[in-house]
Structures are given as structure tokens and as C-alpha cells.
């Protein structure tokens, strides 16, 4: 089983980027695909992104379409998450987490597969 674990959180400008990394231990990292769901202070979570098993599948949600881009890298058991043109609404604590992933979806299969989350702050 996979266990995740997210690092690259941080207080950014509007306008800024940043990077969000996910890493990983356990030997399904290969044939699983990842995600980030995000959840902003007093709202439900989201699913933000996530990248197919071999990385030929991606999804975005529509809020962030354009500005995040999601990558993995196998041989490192790592994943990331870079995030330009960050807005205030992007705030929240980010999570790394085992999915489904299809290019129109990213389907949660609970947080017991989620890592600890990192928080992620734009300033206005």
C-alpha cells in the first residue's frame, strides 16, 4: 500500500507559483494513479488534478485549468504539482492521494489512501 507524504506548501502573492511535491513509499507507486484534492477553509473538498499509472492521463478541474501543471516521475516515486498564477481562492490544505483518474475526472477512494496534506496560502 502506498503512503504518501506532500512537501512544497507555502504563502505565495497572488500571481506567484509554486510547486507542490509528493513522494512516496511502497511498491504499487508504478501502477497507480495520483492525485491532489484541496479543501479551502470551510468548504468541501475538490479534486484538483490527478495523472494516470504510465502519465498519459490527466485531468484539471475547470478552476484551475491553464495554471497547474501535473507531472510524475516513476523512478523516483515522485510526483508534482506546479501551480502558476496562483489566486487567493486557491487557498488550502492540499492532499496527495491515491485516485482513479480518467481525463474528465478524478475519482476519490478515501482518504485512507490521502497523505497529511500541506497547507498552501495566497495572499491578495
Known amino acids: 500500500q502506498l503512503q504518501l507524504e506532500e512537501s512544497g506548501g507555502g504563502l505565495v502573492q497572488a500571481g506567484g507559483s509554486l510547486t507542490l511535491s509528493c513522494g512516496a513509499s511502497?511498491?504499487?507507486?508504478?501502477?497507480?494513479?495520483i492525485g491532489w484534492f484541496r479543501q479551502a477553509p470551510g468548504k468541501e473538498y475538490e479534486g484538483v488534478s490527478c495523472i494516470s499509472a504510465d502519465g498519459d492521463v490527466t485531468y484539471y478541474a475547470a478552476s484551475v485549468k491553464g495554471r497547474f501543471n501535473i507531472s510524475r516521475d516513476n523512478a523516483k516515486n515522485t510526483m508534482s504539482l506546479q501551480m502558476n498564477g496562483l489566486k487567493p481562492e486557491d487557498t488550502g490544505v492540499y492532499y496527495c492521494?491515491?485516485?482513479?483518474?480518467?481525463?474528465?475526472?478524478?475519482?476519490?477512494?478515501?482518504?485512507?489512501?490521502w497523505g497529511k496534506g500541506t497547507q498552501v496560502t495566497v495572499a491578495s
Open positions: 511502497g511498491s504499487t507507486w508504478s501502477s497507480s494513479a
Open positions: 492521494a491515491g485516485v482513479g483518474c480518467t481525463s474528465d475526472y478524478v475519482k476519490n477512494y478515501g482518504q485512507q489512501y
